[in-house]
């Protein structure tokens, strides 16, 4: 058993140390924020900083649970070890979660730190009628404040092991690393869309958020984001019966945990392994019907890609069109009441795409170069008369042109006659100039730490995890708080709903942070895509190593 413990400490120490530096980092911040200028809302600030954190954590450590000894090709002699794979398994998802939830206790103890000793306030907890806003509301004792923190903390870290446990069960069936990482995506999004399910009635139904909130912990707290001149502040409300439908969570994670110790030890075979005799039935891909033969190497590479990259492309827009109806179906159409739900629908869609086009333009990114960057087919391409600067270049552009067209492309003009009521809603000029570009950016930045790190959902991480860690660089400061790209569009956004005119008629002001902000967004697309060429050129791993050995 200690042999066990030792070697999973080992493995995933590395790991603890990435995700303390990220939530100490993230709460270093919203303590900072909270003194610079004291809305007095660190807890809600803290509570969204932590319940994204858990959610990106717990799929990076899901794939590692369920799908590294597999990948590795280890499983098999793990397996004949005299050590039950139950126990094997346990040990495993007990150091995943531990790797998950100690980041998590280290940002809360800071927290605590900074409100007991005075350094920052914490209001009093929001009413569910939310008769007083934030900055109207007294200021709350210590008591209330930690209950408060801790409540927050209990419930990131029961949804992240939730999600790592249900992400690495289903990852016993898939193929490989990639499949657990994609489908994690979908998965963690799906949770923040159903954590806010029941908190939009009124009055609360406290009995239904107990039971709801057992089965999805996210759902016992809701941030609300207010903004204001200076700034911005985050309020949070907490279920009446949290830490009863805290208890029950736990039990219900024990229960899932034993079923995912069970399943781990009857897949003894690594995943590269098939077993005969099994026949499955599929349907022929799509792309089999079209009567196309390319005309040369160009026409046949771009073809390839095209193969790739819209399916995945493909499968975020049918992302964000469920997102758009689950918001929908549960918020119903508050800014606009008594539209039908196809102009419910167009009103919302560019609000969803935006966030739904960050995340799934790292994914298309990522399992774009993956593949080709692996040992098997970057065998295939180095044997292959195309040069890689061919190679690379068709996958990028092909890639970046199928995101711009399934999920911007698609969104302005399902969306471009729809109504345009409140600020977050309906298509404009604004969304045009800002959205595709900031889509880009985070496709580049996906493809550069793909290239460079050879590893898929890694790659994607780095991109999401390089976005964070800039805005909070710019945001710090109010001097340079005009530079985040979100506020330039709300700004550009703002402006245009009030005048009624076009993006190329405002004020000089705004374009020209506008052209500041995007423009440098532009450049560094440029720069990320050549480093990722640069990066990705070695297609010849054994060579380079042998020249690194021989030196």
């Not at 492309?409 to 409140?422: H, L």
Request: glycine content about 8%; charged content about 10%; hydrophobic content about 50%.
């Amino acid at each position: 058993m200690r042999s066990l413990i030792w070697k999973q400490w080992r493995e995933n120490r590395g790991y603890l140390l990435l995700f303390s530096a990220w939530m100490l980092l993230g709460t270093a911040y919203c303590v900072g924020y909270e003194c610079a200028y004291q809305f007095r809302a660190a807890i809600g600030s803290f509570s969204g900083t932590a319940m994204l954190y858990a959610t990106c954590a717990a799929v990076f450590l899901a794939m590692r649970t369920a799908q590294e000894e597999r990948t590795s090709g280890t499983l098999p002699f793990t397996s004949a070890l005299p050590v039950s794979m139950r126990r094997v398994a346990g040990v495993r998802m007990t150091a995943a979660a531990a790797t998950l939830a100690l980041p998590i206790v280290l940002g809360a103890i800071l927290v605590t730190l900074a409100l007991a000793t005075g350094l920052i306030e914490q209001v009093l907890p929001r009413d569910a009628a939310y008769t007083t806003q934030l900055p109207d509301r007294a200021t709350g004792s210590l008591i209330v404040s930690l209950e408060q923190l801790w409540s927050v903390t209990t419930i990131a870290i029961l949804g992240g092991v939730e999600l790592l446990i249900v992400l690495s069960l289903v990852g016993c069936w898939l193929g490989n690393q990639a499949q657990v990482g994609f489908l994690g995506a979908v998965f963690g999004l799906g949770t923040m869309i159903l954590a806010g399910f029941g908190w939009m009635s009124q009055p609360r139904n406290e009995m239904f958020q107990l039971v709801y909130g057992s089965f999805i912990p996210q759902s016992l707290v809701v941030q609300w984001g207010y903004g204001t001149e200076t700034g911005s502040y985050t309020d949070h409300e907490l279920a009446t019966y949290r830490w009863a439908a805290m208890g029950l969570a736990s039990l219900l994670l024990l229960i899932l945990g034993a079923i995912f110790t069970t399943q781990y030890g009857r897949l003894p075979r690594p995943a590269s392994e098939k077993t005969g005799g099994s026949w499955r039935w599929r349907l022929p891909s799509v792309w089999s019907y079209v009567p196309f033969r390319p005309a040369g190497p160009a026409m046949a590479q771009i073809w390839l890609e095209l193969r790739q990259a819209f399916p995945l492309a493909f499968y975020g827009a049918l992302l964000a069109i469920l997102v758009t109806v689950a918001t929908i179906v549960m918020e119903g159409d508050i800014e606009s009441p008594g539209s039908s739900f196809a102009q419910s629908f167009q009103a919302q869609l560019p609000h969803t795409v935006f966030f739904v086009g960050m995340l799934w333009s790292t994914v298309v990114a990522a399992g774009l170069y993956s593949a080709d960057l692996g040992e098997r087919l970057g065998s295939f391409w180095r044997s292959r008369p195309i040069s890689p600067a061919m190679w690379f270049w068709t996958k990028f552009f092909v890639g970046l042109l199928m995101v711009e067209i399934c999920l911007d492309a698609v969104s302005i003009a399902v969306s471009w006659n729809g109504p345009r009521g409140g600020m977050t809603q309906g298509m404009s000029w604004s969304f045009v100039a800002c959205f595709p570009l900031l889509h880009a950016w985070m496709y580049t930045l996906a493809v550069l730490g793909t290239c460079v790190v050879r590893k898929p959902v890694i790659g994607g991480f780095l991109a999401i995890f390089t976005y964070m860690v800039l805005m909070i660089v710019v945001t710090s400061f109010p001097q340079t708080n005009w530079m985040e790209p979100l506020q330039v569009y709300n700004d550009l956004l703002f402006a245009e709903r009030q005048s009624n005119d076009s993006f190329f008629v405002l004020d000089n002001p705004l374009l020209y942070k506008y052209s500041v902000v995007y423009g440098t967004m532009v450049a560094s697309i440029v720069l990320f895509s050549v480093l990722a060429y640069r990066a990705a050129r070695p297609l010849e791993p054994e060579q380079r190593w042998t020249r690194f050995l021989t030196a």
